[in-house]
């Protein structure tokens, strides 16, 4: 996550080790840093044995190319360096400081890994001392990283949705019968530290969605399609539900992926709770990808063996595409004589391994996958986290996956939008929204379970 230490600092260290004795220690409290914007402020304090301070600052993944000597001591024995970096810090943001302080007669090195709080204030990190250190197998913007249990992306929802990017595009015959009923439009807000994603109904006669990000390859059909403009008119339709899906631009490969959060509640809501292969785009149609968790909104679906298959049923899953369709590798958990899962809160859990994949909910293993055309597939790439939620779909929603009786429109059919809305709506939505407290990402050591 962090860069190495540079060039600069073990000529350093190797100078300095000609006239003094270098020590591994240092009092915790002994550093403080505040960032105000593009400036950060940083305090070595309460240690008149200090004589001289240098240090070096990395920013995320970027490395600073030297270290600043600071030599004069403000009031109270407190070295003082505000430093420009020109680029604006935000809540959540990583940042490292290597310090480098001389006493009188010893050297003394540290690295600071800190985490930018709500305040502007640099938290330390709890990362792993050297000698407690597990080997890690995650890999983030490709560089492999030191030690697994440690925090590499942490959004609590608190302050807005930099690190996201919205999908904007109508979802109806595109393509059937893999259609969804829906468009994706910002249909979220943030309330108490949550995200909500909104799914409802409207009854528009006409659609156009600026901002649209479709991926279209230059064809106007497809364009029209997913950004409009439509008009109800000559048998074309409106999307009837609108919805809301959003990706990050924190990208990764193996580790293990928390969630909490509660699932809707309504007939034929999905949620989605997705990592996708780096590469792709969230508004691709055919693209691989793992399904953290998810449970329908129908409080009572069965499968066409008379199996339960709604809200009190969890699934994790593999998606592969192929030239025959796709086919779906699934671990099940039936909450059987429990509250179904969008009743309350559940942490789910996903762990990628090289060798395996797990799912876990509230702590509780229920499933494994370990096929190999899934662990090939994603071997290729890091994955992108995808937060979102949809009504309908033949892939969600696979015809002849369901009993035949329990659903009245056919997803491939011209008319299945309107027999959507047509029969969805007679029983109103009673929880139409997916709601997320936090998604943390932790790095992995190969025996985690």
Known sequence: MFCIFKMQFMCLLFLMGCFVALVYAYEENDIQVIVKGKEVEISVHDNPEVKTF??????????TSDYKFVHNHEKNSTF???????????????????????????VIAKTYDLIIDGSGRGVKQDIPKRSDCVLSET????????????????????????????????????PVPVQEFVAYVNNTYLYKGHLYLNANWVNDTYFRLDGCTSKHNGDKNILKRQCGPLSLRGGVTIPPVHSAKLHSSFTF????VEIRARMPIGDWLFPYLI?????????????????IAYARGNKKLQDNNAMPI????LFGSAVLWSMNGSKEYMTIKRNLNEAPFG????????????????????GLKYGTITHPDVLRTFDLNECFIVLGLTAGGGLNFRQDYLMPQQVKFMNGSVKATELFAENTKEKPWEQPNLVIDYVHVYTTHANEE
Not at 54 to 63: A, L
């Open 343 to 362: 009743e309350k809160f559940h942490i789910y859990t996903l762990i990628w391994h090289k060798d395996r994949i797990i799912f876990k909910v509230d």
């Open 310 to 313: 709604g809200g009190d049923v």
């Open 253 to 256: 490969k193996y580790g293990r």
């Open 80 to 106: 003082f360096y505000k430093i420009d970096i020109n680029k604006e810090l935000r809540k959540d943001d990583s940042l490292r400081i290597i310090g480098i302080f001389e006493t009188k007669d010893k």
């Open 139 to 174: 890999i983030v913007n490709s560089k492999e990283q030191p030690c697994s249990q440690v925090l590499i992306f942490k959004e609590d929802f608190d302050l807005g949705l930099s690190g996201w990017t919205y999908e904007r595009r109508s979802r109806i015959f595109d």
């Open 54 to 63: 240098f240090f070096s600052m990395d920013i995320g993944e970027e490395c």
């Open 275 to 291: 990592l996708q292969p780096e590469g792709t785009y969230s508004e691709d149609n055919y693209v691989n990808h793992l399904r």
